[in-house]
Structure formats: structure tokens, C-alpha cells
């Protein structure tokens, strides 16, 4: 995990003008990214979309 934040972190650092993103996948990756972009960068809730696909400790429709 600390390797896509440490690449995000790059990415965004190069963003111009107003932003936004989506973030899909592995629950604990989009709960990161989301408190980075809302703590850090200091973005409004409404530029930032996420899509949890899965979470590894549970199983089927659990």
C-alpha cells in the first residue's frame, strides 16, 4: 500500500486546476487514498469518488 500512495503522492504533486478522482478496489487501498486526498490535499468530499471492489478478510456475500 505504501508503494501506490508513494506514487499517487508523485502524480497529484503535478495536477493542475481543479480535480478529481476515482478510486476502485481493495477496501483498505480506497480508505487510504481517501484520507490522503481529503487530509492532505485538503480536497472536497465531492472531487473524490471510491468504489470498494473487495476487502481480503471477508469471504463471499458475507
Do not use: H
Not at 508503494?3 to 478522482?21: T, W
Request: net charge positive; glycine share 4%.
Amino acid at each position: 500500500m505504501d508503494d501506490i500512495l508513494k506514487v499517487v503522492k508523485e502524480l497529484a504533486s503535478k495536477l493542475k486546476g481543479k480535480k478529481m478522482v476515482y478510486i476502485a478496489g481493495d477496501s483498505r487501498v480506497c480508505i487510504a487514498l481517501n484520507q490522503y486526498f481529503r487530509k492532505e490535499l485538503k480536497w472536497d468530499v465531492k472531487q473524490i469518488k471510491t468504489k470498494p471492489f473487495w476487502n481480503p478478510s471477508k469471504k463471499g456475500l458475507e
